[in-house]
């Protein structure tokens, strides 16, 4: 039974770019949450989504968004990358309020 | 917002010894939740202990909602243990929306 599954797991974009990451939640699971995980620092919460809506959201702006798909699967965009952007992104997800899962993530790098 | 702290940021041990991390949160909270994150970066719960006191193998864990607080105990320390230590408070009405600590980083060695 795979948990969540995270892609890319690296990646590198130029400052001003978009960037799609993607998460597959562990079978079972119908609600993903993302968090952006700067060096040195905790997760911090972006949105969470449920049956294919922006549930809750964090203190981000506009230029992070997202989508979640008939099959549960999300994915984050994020629009004119600057170099603070610059983080580690952790998806979780859970059925119901148990069991949260998370995946290992993918780490950003805007130059 | 919720604030969350935890001490001490930083702790180095001798396989074998123990510790004792420590979370503060700044109002009542529904669910707080231990992580451990391994080198590789993935989170792993630990505990889900809005009050009481659990334990899991040679981890355990305390919560005294009233006074805010949260201890966990790691006993007879392996290199494994190390990494960061997370707690989290859930907000919220449907769950998953985690206010985390900025974390403990535990190095043991051997």
């Known amino acids: 039974d795979a948990g969540v599954t995270q892609s890319p797991t690296h990646l590198i974009k130029t400052r001003g770019q978009q960037v799609t990451l993607r998460c597959s939640p562990k079978s079972g699971h119908d609600t993903v949450s993302w968090y952006q995980q700067a060096l040195g620092q905790g997760p911090q919460f972006i949105f969470q989504?449920?049956?294919?809506?922006?549930?809750q959201r964090g203190n981000f702006p506009d230029r992070f968004s997202g989508h979640q798909f008939p099959n549960y699967s999300s994915e984050l965009n994020v629009n004119a990358l600057l170099l603070g952007d610059s983080a580690l992104y952790l998806c979780?997800?859970?059925?119901?309020?148990?069991?949260?899962?998370f995946g290992s993530g993918t780490r950003l790098t805007v130059v | 917002g919720i604030q969350v702290e935890q001490s001490p940021p930083d702790l180095i041990l001798q396989e074998g010894a123990n510790s004792t991390l420590r979370c503060n949160f700044s109002?009542?909270?529904?669910?707080l939740q231990w992580f451990h994150q391994n080198p590789w970066g993935q989170l792993i719960n630990l505990f889900y202990?809005?009050?009481g006191t659990k334990q899991n193998g040679r981890l355990s864990a305390t919560t005294v909602a009233t006074e805010r607080y949260s201890l966990l105990y790691i006993s007879s320390s392996q290199t494994t243990d190390s990494g960061v230590y997370f707690c989290?408070?859930?907000?919220?009405?449907?769950?998953?929306?985690?206010?985390f600590g900025p974390g403990t980083r535990l190095s043991v060695l051997p």
């Open positions: 109002d009542s909270v529904n669910n």
């Open positions: 979780a997800s859970s059925y119901l309020r148990g069991g949260y899962t």
């Open positions: 989290a408070v859930e907000l919220g009405d449907y769950g998953q929306n985690f206010v």
């Open positions: 989504y449920y049956e294919e809506e922006e549930r």
């Open positions: 202990i809005p009050s």
